[in-house]
């Protein structure tokens, strides 16, 4: 009777198109916190993810709805981000959910990750009800929005509620639609429990806090749970939902999301997309859980303080039970000590850990400049995978390096299709097609190396377009290309951390960029510090940090002190970034200066 009444749903849209200010306004109208505790984006909870105003975590609450028919309904509703670095936090929401609500910008019409967002809602069978949001601004054009929903996405374009999150227009209609809309969950609520954990967080005090979706049966305080994955079994000490803070519940049942505790203190015994069961009277078979998801990017990360190794594997360790994308190694590295060699999803994934790590971790770190992962056929007839450019094999040990290649979707006005080609060609793009869309949009298709897009395509494809262009890729496969490892040297000696893999065609060209770049970044020490570029035994650039003379801060001893002061700190804080590297000081833009350059 209870499970009639749950609705569990998910928003997805792409990037902007005002997810969270929806989520905000839905949480308004069913009182689920009061105005007066009402800040923007209540569901981004991670202080990095107010300050860039994204959405990187999911996030569940469960609301009150009194409906029109008289009835109060349990809504779960799960955020979900937009950015195309993510999408796999998407997949897991929409995993415990039977809807989506599909905002589309009505200024902006349907986008690349609209698109790859629906994609994985129809893949899980889910109902989707259209949201064309932002219908205050003076640019919404609902109209064409509609056609591109019938027309791009094969919904109805007249079902699509009409919407502004920011002016408070559509939301009851949203949830009138989520209840008439929406199926309720229907597990068994008598069946032997199955519960799929869609995230975890470590808690000092009560250990692994599972946040789960109850497929079937029910689970209460006291009863034994045992982790299908593993047969570990753990004692319930508390269930409950997130509303949005822990309320403690008796019990959670089949068409419940929420959060279990277990005092599980082990962090590697509890995995997303493992499902949960009764270790008295367990499940046949386990639910399907999580593909794999692999990661695109690998760099090296570092603590500035060598001490601080075993702390940065703890943090790690913690991080990755809530971030199952995340993945790490041991790594030596001859310039920077002891550390992790990282895979991430993309650059914003890498970013985002690199600062969870040191604000939830208050640690400094030193990360390498990101690499793909590169197949090596040796001359021995073996095959092997370097993630590390650092590891690449001796030019004589090898027949043929393979780069991973993405086919990129990229949609944009007509006007500018121009533009987007000439910087799919320098990337070293193989143009497949070209899709109209509509009359006024079309999508490119390029089949394109990953290691090029990665770093700033994205920034490119905006500043060219104005904004317009939006894309979308998948990791279609490996290719033969001519490429090359360069070496930097400092003072003479090659900086492992510093190697990359580069096509041959720009070798020189980058070689110069990343030598003028690294004398740019690395300041001047007490003696003169030669940098070169290497390929092999051969140098390809080179550039001379001359030596100091007198103290720079001694510059500024004029002036106000206001601006002293600013400059001090932001030396000093420079400073903690500083890793000495054989003799010489460097600083972490130095090692990203490899990306910057191209
Ligand atoms: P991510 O969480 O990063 O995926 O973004 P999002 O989709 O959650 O978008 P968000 O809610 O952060 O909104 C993006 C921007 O659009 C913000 O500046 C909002 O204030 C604005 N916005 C959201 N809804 C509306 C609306 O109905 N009208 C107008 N004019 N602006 C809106």
Redesign the pocket.
């Known amino acids: 009777e209870r499970q009639r009444h749950i609705r569990n749903f998910s928003i997805i849209?792409?990037?902007?198109?005002?997810?969270?200010?929806?989520a905000d306004r839905i949480l308004e109208m069913t009182d689920t916190i009061a105005k007066r505790d009402m800040q923007a984006?209540v569901l981004?909870d991670m202080a990095l993810e107010r300050e860039r105003?994204?959405?990187i975590k999911l996030n569940a609450v469960e609301l009150h709805y009194k409906a029109k028919d008289g009835q109060t309904y349990i809504f779960h509703l799960i955020d979900t981000?937009?950015?195309v670095d993510f999408t796999y936090e998407v997949s897991r929401s929409l995993a415990a959910c039977e809807g989506a609500l599909l905002?589309v910008d009505a200024a902006q019409g349907v986008e690349a990750q609209t698109l790859a967002n629906v994609y994985l809602a129809v893949d899980d069978d889910l109902e989707i009800v259209p949201v064309i949001?932002?219908?205050?601004?003076p640019s919404a054009q609902p109209d064409v929005v509609k056609e591109e929903i019938e027309e791009m996405i094969g919904l109805d374009g007249d079902d699509a509620i009409l919407?502004?999150?920011?002016?408070g227009i559509g939301i009851e209609e949203i949830l009138e639609r989520v209840v008439s809309d929406i199926p309720a969950p229907k597990g068994d609520v008598e069946a032997p429990l199955k519960a799929l954990i869609f995230d975890s967080v470590y808690d000092s005090y009560r250990g692994v806090v599972l946040n789960v979706r109850i497929e079937e049966g029910a689970v209460q305080v006291g009863d034994m749970i045992e982790l299908m994955s593993n047969g570990k079994k753990f004692e319930v000490t508390e269930v409950g939902v997130m509303s949005p803070k822990a309320v403690k519940r008796d019990y959670l049942m089949a068409g419940d999301v929420g959060y279990i505790t277990a005092s599980i203190k082990t962090i590697q015994d509890t995995r997303v997309g493992d499902t949960v069961t009764n270790a008295d009277r367990p499940a046949e078979k386990a639910l399907e859980g999580y593909r794999k998801i692999t990661p695109m990017v690998y760099a090296g990360v570092f603590p500035t303080d060598n001490a601080k190794f075993n702390d940065l594997r703890d943090a790690l360790e913690k991080l990755q039970l809530n971030d199952a994308a995340l993945e790490f190694e041991p790594e030596t590295s001859k310039a920077l000590g002891f550390g992790f060699r990282c895979g991430f999803l993309g650059l914003l994934h890498m970013d985002v850990v690199q600062e969870r790590l040191e604000r939830e971790f208050n640690l400094d770190l030193i990360m390498t400049a990101p690499s793909v992962d590169y197949h090596v056929k040796k001359t021995d007839g073996t095959e092997i995978t370097v993630e590390n450019p650092a590891e690449m094999p001796d030019v004589s040990e090898i027949r043929e390096i393979s780069e991973p290649y993405v086919k990129a979707n990229i949609m944009v006005p007509n006007d500018y299709v121009g533009p987007v080609m000439e910087l799919a060609q320098r990337k070293r793009g193989e143009f497949v097609t070209m899709d109209y869309l509509d009359k006024y949009r079309v999508n490119v298709i390029y089949n394109l190396p990953l290691s090029e897009i990665i770093y700033d395509f994205f920034d490119d494809l905006k500043s060219n377009t104005k904004g317009y262009a939006s894309l979308d890729y998948e990791i279609t496969g490996y290719r033969p290309s001519d490429l090359v490892k360069m070496d930097i040297l400092l003072n003479g000696d090659p900086v492992d951390a510093l190697s990359t893999i580069v096509h041959k065609e720009f070798a020189y060209d980058r070689g110069r960029g990343v030598v003028s770049k690294l004398k740019e970044t690395i300041p001047r020490q007490n003696f003169e510090v030669p940098i070169q570029a290497a390929i092999g035994t051969k140098i390809i650039s080179r550039a001379t940090i001359r030596a100091y003379r007198k103290d720079v801060t001694a510059r500024i001893h004029t002036g106000d002190p206001d601006r002293r002061a600013k400059l001090l700190d932001k030396q000093k804080r420079g400073k903690k970034r500083m890793k000495a590297v054989g003799s010489v000081e460097v600083p972490q833009e130095a090692f990203m200066s490899l990306l910057e350059v191209n």
């Open positions: 849209a792409h990037i902007d198109h005002g997810k969270s200010t929806l984006q981004d105003g994204i959405t981000p937009g950015h905002v949001n932002k219908i205050d601004l919407a502004s999150a920011k002016a």
